[in-house]
């Protein structure tokens, strides 16, 4: 399995909600030299694969990934998103009387096949203030277009006709970005493929159902849930999908085991389908395909005279932990092969620390050629107990309590001897972003 040539190299948000000051998530890996065989190279630098996000409950790190995935998303669908008036959903910081009325601002750095760019927007709630789109094919950074309010800028007259007709197209809270992927527009497309193919949220995976159905036809993916599964739990020896698919064109049709609930979400399905097929939906016809998905897992016992047996049980008799892994199977699987990058939000809820070490591993400890890179935040000291990651791959996010401000900032900018316990100087206190407790 040989993974892409994407990652991402930097990430900066500046005035959403908590995080009022510009805040910096740079991946570039900083001169240490323990767990340099963990490194991403690109060209003469290193990259980290992993980053890990700590603080206190409430004190922003969140707040870090909605920055990310709001950026992601609107990107990706502003196009679908933003019919004329909508809000642009940014938020800002709310606890000063200037952040209100200041733009919220997004910006990225990444290689997608293996070409460098740069691109970023600032927005407010009611329009996009800037935008931006550089590259470096050759090396050398140059513009593709910039942006101000409704004033565009391209940096050569090649297919101004093109450029003209988009510029008319995009609206004052549409990303030209956007738009101009929809109009075919070949430089932007390009740059569009990372924010659409190579970056996955855990939550978007987080039904295992689903993922199985979706990926049914992937049997690398089948597999790899079958493994983790394996590796969730021991007593675990192999796994079976079965997935049924019956055509419905009326509720009449449904299976008997269906429940109210999924009976209702298809009624309302089948009637959309139809709309979307004429205007006159009385009229229209339409068939969905109806997937029953059967999951089955098989434990090791013992019969009756000691012997060592296979059984078969249903998947919803799994332990919640085992499901919670191999839902993100998929989002593992899917990012490592075509070597994007993955958020996962708390990372440690519901698993094992036995569970978070091995999803860690699987990035960390990357074949060649791989470029898979993890993004989480979490609570978790045993991550720094296991010494599983280098002094640069831990952030830190605080929040004032006077202010409100959330700071972000790298384990990398403390003196941080190697032999320092980690885990302990931060429960002490040493790096902040932990919470004070008044027992008075």
């Known amino acids: 399995m040989i993974g892409g040539r994407d990652m991402l190299l930097k990430f900066r948000v500046k005035n959403y909600r908590s995080i009022k000051q510009e805040a910096v998530l740079d991946l570039e890996a900083v001169g240490l030299n323990d767990q340099r065989e963990c490194l991403l190279k690109h060209k003469r630098k290193s990259y980290l694969p992993v980053i890990s996000i700590y603080g206190k409950n409430g004190g922003g790190k969140s707040n870090l990934i909605r920055a990310f995935w709001l950026a992601v998303q609107f990107i990706r669908n502003a196009q679908r998103t933003q019919y004329e008036s909508a809000e642009v959903p940014v938020r800002p910081f709310e606890l000063d009387d200037i952040s209100k009325k200041t733009p919220t601002e997004f910006h990225f750095e990444y290689i997608s096949n293996d070409i460098k760019y740069w691109y970023g927007f600032s927005a407010t709630k009611e329009k996009i203030v800037a935008e931006y789109l550089y590259a470096a094919p050759k090396g050398q950074k140059s ?53 659409r193919k190579e970056i996955f949220f855990s939550r978007d995976y987080s039904d295992l159902g689903q993922n199985i159905l979706s990926h049914r036809e992937d049997k690398e993916l089948l597999q790899s849930i079958i493994q983790i599964a394996k590796v969730a739990d021991f007593g675990i020896s192999d796994m079976k999908f079965e997935i049924n ?12 085991f269906v429940t109210e609930q999924q009976r209702q979400e298809i009624e309302k399905a089948i009637e959309q389908f139809r709309k979307s097929l004429s205007a006159d939906a009385e009229s229209s016809e339409g068939i969905l395909q109806f997937n029953e998905l059967k999951a089955t897992s098989y434990h090791k016992g013992k019969d009756s005279q000691g012997n060592i047996q296979e059984y078969a049980l249903p998947l919803s008799e799994e332990s919640d932990g085992t499901i919670r892994l191999m839902s993100r199977a998929a989002a593992i699987q899917d990012t490592l092969k075509v070597g994007g990058v993955l958020i996962v939000d708390e990372i440690e809820n519901r698993l094992h620390p036995l569970l978070v070490q091995y999803i860690i591993e699987k990035f960390q400890n990357q074949s060649d050629g791989q470029r898979a890179q993890l993004i989480f935040t979490t609570n978790s000291t045993d991550i720094m107990n296991r010494g599983m990651l280098r002094r640069d791959q831990y952030y830190f996010v605080d929040k004032d309590n006077m202010t409100g401000e959330s700071e972000l900032y790298s384990l990398a900018d403390f003196s941080v001897r190697l032999e320092e316990n980690i885990a302990k100087a931060y429960l002490l206190g040493k790096y902040g972003a932990v919470p004070y407790i008044d027992e008075e």
């Open 143 to 195: 513009e593709i277009f910039t942006r101000e309010y409704q004033n565009f800028h391209f940096p050569s007259n090649k297919e101004k006709s093109m450029k003209e007709l988009i510029k008319q197209a995009v609206a004052t809270n549409q990303l030209f970005f956007a738009i101009s992927c929809v109009m075919n527009y070949e430089p932007c497309i390009k740059a569009m493929q990372w924010f």
């Open 245 to 256: 698919n019956t055509e419905i064109s009326n509720l009449e049709e449904l299976p008997e």
